[in-house]
């Protein structure tokens, strides 16, 4: 988006008060996110009102693309609407909203919005959209277009800003859009795919993003050669769902081979040059230079034989693997839709250590999910103490209107939901202490971050809020000494914000791989020294 902005000339200032332009991401996933997202617009339209009545406001993300028809009519004060398929617009939609916001300021000014009544009418239009089947998007595949969907989505001037946003993203990431990264120089995110197949009862991502649409392999290629050129020392392929990647490019495809078995089958049944994430990793890891592959948002469902292959012969792919499984008990894998049994579950884990040696697992699940009894919850906290994942978070059930689960009878308490958080929290934690004391004495290759400042230090008590990892008390992080200076770092079993980190007692280039010792450890994080 930013690097749009650049290409159109668009000016870029850091103090919202001095732009002329406000662009206002949303989220619309949550209440509590979806009530901050409006308390924002409402926020930046007033102050453009009284303090800069020249300014401009755009509104991007989630919401736009939820409620593409009401939400103009809801925030008139707002100029400019813009969903995925506009990204690449960016800079001419930010033109666009000026010259609107010129024109408009001869117009007397209208009341403001009231949040009561925004908020009102979107949790009505959410409950609304939980009983409609969703509009079936526009499919570019088999047409010179694939791959260049900014051909479908540029906005004539006739159109009003609702209609700018589609009603199905189509849009595809690819090389040609220019990028303004905001990750450290040493690492970067890769998107290989866009949207979701898959038909989880508690997501709305599916009907807000769209179907899944893969990258061209040699668009994805031809982006990590360009990273690893500029200095990258770690590539995180994402997605919605990375296993499914190259499966939505194959002749005739269909979206309905999200089980299991329809996946495998249709994984066999592809040509020997086709493009699927084994061949995206293998392609990736030929490529010069000393680098990491970190794989992120696998789907249990979607792993084959092939991949645990891959993964165990190509050296430049971290060994660690995210797959969020998000129960284990049969009865709430088929509420949740998973697609998965328990005991499918307990044989891929199983596959997965044996052929990949030294793998970290990283996994999240879901407590408080709508008919969860004791006795289910019960069997998670089993299955967390028995398989010992690496690395683990847990969420709390958040009751989304508009999915199918938001509807469910047997709703539990906010309370309870988070008390049984708390439990599966501590649970884990048992397990990540033994994890880290286990790497006392071992030699590792790490990623060096910068240096370690005090407020930093103060937060190794503090986790990432995505994956809702407890760092425990004083006793474990008085380990790491308030008045030593350190390094962060972080190893192969550690994805950037979510997980551990390596804390290092010396100097080492910054942004660069180094081997340190291992001496101690807190809760979840290593203290190390170079080796």
Known sequence: MLGSLLQSGVEIVNDPAEADAVIVNTCSFIDAAQEESVDTILESTEFRTQSR???????????????????????????????????????????????????????????????KAVQARLTELEQKQGTETPDHEESLRGTESFGRTKRTVVPTPSEAPATQVTVRPNYIPHFDTPRFRLTPRHFAYVKI???????????????????????????????????IADGVKELNLISQDSTYYGLDLRANHSRAISSPEKFTAATKALAADATTLSSLLRELNGLKGDFWIRLLYTHPAHWTDELIQTLAECRKVARYVDMPLQHIHDEMLLRMRRETSGQYIRDLIARIRAGIPGIALRTTFIVGFPGETEAHFRTLLEFIRETRFERLGVFAYSQEEGTVAGKMAGQLTPAKRQKRREQAMAAQHEVSVAVAESFVGRTLKVLVEGEASGQALAKANVSSWEHGLIRQGESQSAKLKARTRYLVARGEADAPDIDGRVYIRGQLPVGRFAKVKIIGHTDYDLIAEPA
Do not use: W, Y
């Open 53 to 115: 009545p020249g300014q401009a406001v755009i509104v991007s993300g989630c919401m736009p693309q939820r409620f593409r028809d009401e939400l103009p009519k809801l925030l008139p004060e707002v100029d400019v609407f813009m969903g995925i398929d506009q990204v690449e617009q960016v800079g001419a939609l930010v033109e666009q909203a000026i010259a609107s916001r010129t024109q408009k300021q001869a117009q007397p000014v209208r009341p403001a919005s009231s949040k």
């Open 193 to 227: 795919a866009e949207g979701c197949n898959h038909p989880c009862s508690f997501c709305i991502i599916p009907r807000m993003r769209g179907s899944h649409r893969s990258r061209t392999q040699a668009d994805v290629v031809a982006e990590a050669r360009q990273l």
